[in-house]
């Protein structure tokens, strides 16, 4: 049994970072007008199944804490050094960047505010636009919004999973808590302002687990199949009808916050449970499903991985990353191809990496 929820989760959690490697990267592309609109319930899908198969009790607040620190910060601080000094070189060689203003980027970075005006404005500080040259760095602020919203999950997780009233309790708390965040527009370094709403998702799915919610046993007829995509239609339409998702770790904020939050915790229970049922179905049916699942295994480092690579062939290729509209359809060929070429390389990574360790086993 163990083995099948680890292999419907990372099914789940493959084709999320497949919507987030699609969002990032297809930029140019009309189809990213779909991506905006369930990018944020992609995200929540991937915390309720990091949340799904944690035990209560099974290790103490600090041992428990160590453990994500080591998987978080770590390859945090070793990743955003290594692409940031390669990435440095290669535009310190090509002119496009002084070795002063690299160095003021890592600042900032680190800051958290590469991305973000409002930050950048706390500290007088005029460096925005080297965010526009280290793109690849975007992204890191996942690391520390996990790291900080474990920090909250676990001590909170420990006393009030043993109810299941106190944990829908403590959830409602936590999304409010976003919600009077996101209403007043504060911003956050490393997009911390959303912490709260994803220990609220890591405590969701954590209750999800305790009841077995998506335990269901293996499919062999029809009818589940149709039910999970109708569950799945329902819940990308809730996605379409609120508004799209922005930046809000730029700073920029839409109207009726609160109620588009709600959409997107209504609309990610129908594709957390459609998605789920639909996968064992997938399975049950003896279809090849071991790819996304390995996508899904290796999300966090994909995760990582994919704006770095995009850069690159971009550096490569001279192909810019444009976020404009409207996008000739050679743009949009170029950033399908980009796309293909930047998982390519990040399987290709994992690949070399997994024949290593064998032959030194």
Same mark, same amino acid.
């Given at each position: 049994?163990?083995?099948?929820?680890?292999?419907?989760?990372?099914?789940?959690?493959?084709?999320?970072?497949?919507?987030?490697?699609?969002?990032?990267?297809?930029?140019?592309?009309?189809?990213?007008?779909?991506?905006?609109?369930?990018?944020?319930?992609?995200?929540?899908?991937?915390?309720?199944?990091?949340?799904?198969?944690?035990?209560?009790?099974?290790?103490?607040?600090?041992?428990?804490?160590?453990?994500?620190?080591?998987?978080?910060?770590?390859?945090?601080?070793?990743?955003?050094?290594?692409?940031?000094?390669?990435?440095?070189?290669?535009?310190?060689?090509?002119?496009?960047?002084?070795?002063?203003?690299?160095?003021?980027?890592?600042?900032?970075?680190?800051?958290?505010?590469?991305?973000?005006?409002?930050?950048?404005?706390?500290?007088?500080?005029?460096?925005?636009?080297?965010?526009?040259?280290?793109?690849?760095?975007?992204?890191?602020?996942?690391?520390?919004?996990?790291?900080?919203?474990?920090?909250?999950?676990?001590?909170?997780?420990?006393?009030?999973?043993?109810?299941?009233?106190?944990?829908?309790?403590?959830?409602?708390?936590?999304?409010?808590?976003?919600?009077?965040?996101?209403?007043?527009?504060?911003?956050?370094?490393?997009?911390?302002?959303?912490?709260?709403?994803?220990?609220?998702?890591?405590?969701?799915?954590?209750?999800?687990?305790?009841?077995?919610?998506?335990?269901?046993?293996?499919?062999?007829?029809?009818?589940?199949?149709?039910? #999970?995509? /109708?569950?799945?239609? !329902?819940?990308?339409?809730?996605?379409? $009808?609120? &508004? *799209?998702?922005?930046?809000?770790?730029? =700073?920029?904020?839409?109207?009726?916050?609160?109620?588009?939050?709600?959409?997107?915790?209504?609309?990610?229970?129908?594709?957390?449970?459609?998605?789920?049922?639909?996968?064992?179905?997938?399975?049950?049916?003896?279809?090849?499903?071991?790819?996304?699942?390995?996508?899904?295994?290796?999300?966090?480092?994909?995760?990582?991985?994919?704006?770095?690579? #995009?850069? /690159?062939?971009?550096? !490569?290729?001279?192909?810019?990353?444009? $976020?404009? &509209? *409207?996008?000739?359809?050679?743009?949009? =060929?170029?950033?399908?191809?980009?796309?293909?070429?930047?998982?390519?390389?990040?399987?290709?990574?994992?690949?070399?990496?997994?024949?290593?360790?064998?032959?030194?086993?």
């Amino acid at each position: 049994m163990a083995s099948q929820r680890l292999n419907f989760a990372d099914m789940m959690k493959g084709v999320t970072i497949l919507v987030i490697v699609i969002y990032h990267i297809l930029a140019p592309c009309g189809f990213k007008t779909f991506i905006d609109h369930i990018l944020v319930s992609a995200l929540v899908v991937f915390f309720f199944y990091s949340g799904y198969f944690y035990k209560l009790g099974a290790k103490p607040f600090l041992e428990n804490l160590k453990s994500r620190a080591k998987a978080l910060l770590i390859p945090f601080f070793k990743y955003s050094l290594f692409f940031w000094l390669v990435g440095s070189i290669v535009m310190v060689i090509q002119k496009v960047e002084p070795i002063n203003e690299a160095f003021l980027c890592l600042r900032n970075f680190f800051a958290g505010c590469i991305w973000n005006r409002n930050i950048q404005d706390w500290f007088g500080w005029e460096y925005y636009h080297l965010g526009k040259r280290y793109s690849f760095l975007g992204d890191f602020w996942f690391l520390i919004a996990m790291m900080f919203a474990s920090i909250i999950f676990f001590p909170i997780a420990d006393r009030v999973l043993k109810s299941a009233v106190k944990t829908i309790i403590a959830v409602v708390l936590l999304f409010a808590i976003t919600g009077a965040l996101r209403t007043y527009q504060i911003t956050l370094p490393y997009n911390l302002q959303l912490v709260p709403f994803w220990a609220g998702c890591l405590l969701l799915g954590t209750l999800a687990g305790q009841y077995k919610l998506l335990e269901i046993k293996a499919f062999e007829g029809a009818k589940e199949v149709v039910l #999970a995509i /109708i569950s799945l239609g !329902i819940g990308i339409a809730i996605c379409m $009808y609120k &508004e *799209p998702d922005l930046n809000t770790y730029r =700073g920029t904020f839409v109207e009726n916050e609160v109620y588009n939050m709600t959409l997107v915790i209504v609309s990610s229970i129908f594709i957390i449970w459609g998605g789920s049922v639909l996968c064992k179905c997938i399975e049950s049916a003896g279809i090849r499903v071991k790819e996304i699942s390995w996508l899904g295994s290796h999300s966090l480092l994909i995760y990582l991985y994919h704006m770095f690579f #995009a850069w /690159i062939i971009c550096q !490569i290729t001279g192909f810019s990353m444009k $976020y404009e &509209e *409207p996008v000739e359809m050679a743009t949009v =060929g170029k950033s399908v191809l980009l796309c293909a070429a930047c998982l390519t390389l990040c399987i290709l990574r994992y690949v070399i990496e997994d024949k290593i360790k064998a032959g030194k086993e």
